[in-house]
């Protein structure tokens, strides 16, 4: 059985996705973050030493990250389906979004979070001054990096 260890949200819902397209069986672990820091709890640490998520077991198979785990489980599991053959355009196509997710996209998505959730999280007599920075920040440092350069 496929033990799929699943934080709160995180990109692990991806992986779910992924088990239920291929019809295999899976259990869930979950793990809830500290309401106030919003870190993993030590149970998920000590699974993945910096509490990240997903893990997925699969018998005496431990695989980190989601790219890493897309493909495990595509290999092992898949029998040919939602993966191109080796070789071809399409499976280079495949492999370049598939890290293009956690490699290109998701910094400026994560960046974008934070500095949205700053000001609703400041003291309310620095929420102007730190909606501000954020503001700034985002402006000119996550925005920019979005838009095609020529």
């Given amino acids: 059985m496929i033990i799929v260890h699943h934080l709160a949200d995180s990109r692990s819902q991806r992986i779910l996705w992924l088990l ?16 106030k820091t919003m870190l993993a709890p030590p149970e998920l640490k000590a ?6 998520s997903p893990v997925v077991d ?14 495990y489980l595509l290999d092992a599991h898949g029998q040919g389906r939602l993966k191109p053959p080796p ?4 499976a280079r196509r495949f492999t370049y979004w ?14 974008k979070l934070v500095f949205s ?3 609703k999280r400041a003291p309310s007599l620095m929420k102007p001054v730190v909606n501000a920075i954020a503001a700034e ?8 990096s979005r838009r095609p350069t020529s």
């Fill in 20 to 35: 239920e397209e291929l019809g295999l069986p899976y259990e869930v672990k979950r793990y809830e973050r500290d309401p």
């Fill in 47 to 52: 699974i993945h030493p910096l509490g990240k």
């Fill in 58 to 71: 699969d018998g005496d198979i431990r695989v980190a990250e989601t790219g890493a785990i897309v493909d």
């Fill in 87 to 90: 070789g071809t355009a399409e």
């Fill in 98 to 111: 598939l890290h293009y997710a956690e490699g290109s996209a998701m910094t400026p998505l994560l960046l």
């Fill in 117 to 119: 959730q700053l000001p």
């Fill in 137 to 144: 920040a985002q402006s000119r440092f996550v925005d920019p």
